[in-house]
């Protein structure tokens, strides 16, 4: 079974973490961790999502010997964007991106703000230059999205596919 960490911080977009864990198929342990800006996540402890206070910096997916395969940040604060490019890691989120640096594995950021300052711009250029792959829920207009549901699968299909998440969210180009 492969080992995810989702978590969210800032409260703007947050219901994207839920559907992308909800979307998840068979054969994903999902660790979530609950932030302050996560409360109206509405997710249960159970076989497959295992959840994991801010605070707790002892957690197990603050360790590289766990084995985590990949950890998406959803939505992704300017903040904590800030704190993983300057590998400050003073909560379980920052540890954990942290860790997934250190140890090469897969960590995908979906920035939310908009516009990104030259800051920002500079945090992101950093992180992707050692392979942290940056992205921000932008639509694409060709997938001729409808409805608010068919944005959120197809936002959510474009992180799988770069998670290596096999999924059927939305229609690919050319299908």
């Not at 159970?46 to 084995?67: C, P, R, T």
């Not at 959803?74 to 954990?96: E, F, G, Q």
């Not at 770069?162 to 690919?172: D, M, S, T, V």
Request: one cysteine or more; glycine letters at 6%.
């Amino acid at each position: 079974m492969k080992k995810i960490v989702v978590a969210t911080s800032g409260a703007s977009g947050v219901g994207l973490a839920q559907k992308f864990i909800n979307n998840l198929p068979k054969g994903y342990e999902c660790h979530f961790i609950k932030t302050e800006n996560s409360d109206i996540v509405n997710l249960k402890e159970g076989a497959n999502v295992i959840m994991h206070e801010e605070s707790d910096i002892a957690a197990s997916i603050a360790s590289g010997s766990f084995g985590v395969d990949m950890m998406a940040i959803i939505p992704t604060s300017m903040n904590t964007l800030a704190k993983i490019s300057n590998a400050i890691a003073d909560n379980l989120v920052c540890r954990a991106a942290s860790v997934m640096i250190k140890e090469r594995k897969t960590l995908l950021l979906a920035p939310r703000e908009m516009p990104f300052s030259p800051i920002d711009l500079e945090n992101m250029q950093k992180l992707s230059q050692i392979g942290v792959i940056i992205a921000p829920p932008i639509l694409g207009y060709y997938a001729q999205i409808q409805t608010l549901e068919q944005m959120e699968d197809f936002l959510i299909g474009k992180w799988y596919d770069q998670l290596g998440i096999e999924h059927n969210l939305f229609q690919r180009w050319g299908e």
